[in-house]
């Protein structure tokens, strides 16, 4: 969300160009404020050439399906954060050691929102636990790499399958 108050005295902001861009600016602290990307972490489970999907459950992207993964915290490690995300969306349990990096990226912006995702991989035989669908999933699935693109999906979903399952293999 785009900030229109100044979150330490409350006045309203305006511009300033600063570094090549408009930015906001609070005329009373006479200090810019930054909007920054939220950090997040997911992992791929990977199982010859299945992926484990879930589908959101609630907005953003409600009923979209995508790998697995939310939110790092403040104090968290993004392996950690992935392996913790894992857990909760699936039940699915994966050691952090065991995450291959996929990649770290700027994700597609959604509904204002902007994302920086760490994205790991991980082979199956290594997790504990039967998937089922956590507090904040709809459902759970293994799915086809090739199969993710037709499924309602998150933009990334259907490149971090393919690239998780290349990156694991058979």
């Known amino acids: ?32 404020v930054y909007r920054n990307a939220v950090p997040t972490a997911g992992v791929a489970v990977v199982d010859g050439d299945h992926v484990l999907l879930v589908e959101r459950a609630a907005p953003p992207g409600e009923g979209d399906w995508t790998i697995p993964g939310g939110h790092l915290e403040v104090d968290e490690e993004p392996r950690v954060g992935a392996a913790r995300e894992l857990e909760e969306e699936t ?12 990649e770290a990226t ?23 636990g039967e998937p089922t ?15 993710v693109a037709a499924r309602p999906h998150r933009p990334h979903a259907p490149r971090r399958a393919s690239a998780a399952v290349d990156a694991i293999g058979d």
Not at 91 to 102: C, D, I, M, Q
Not at 110 to 115: I, L, Q, R, Y
Not at 133 to 144: I, L, P, Q, R, T
Request: charged share 25%.
């Open 106 to 128: 700027q994700l597609e912006t959604f509904e204002d929102k902007h994302v920086v995702s760490v994205s790991y991989a991980v082979d199956a035989a290594a997790t504990t």
């Open 91 to 102: 039940g699915v349990r994966a050691p952090p050691g065991a995450l291959t990096l996929l």
């Open 1 to 32: 969300m785009i900030p229109r108050y100044c979150d330490r005295c409350g006045t309203e902001l305006g511009e300033r160009h600063v570094e090549g861009r408009n930015r906001k600016w609070c005329p009373s602290c006479d200090r810019l």
């Open 133 to 147: 669908a956590g507090s904040d999933a709809a459902g759970v699935e293994w799915v086809h790499c090739e199969a």
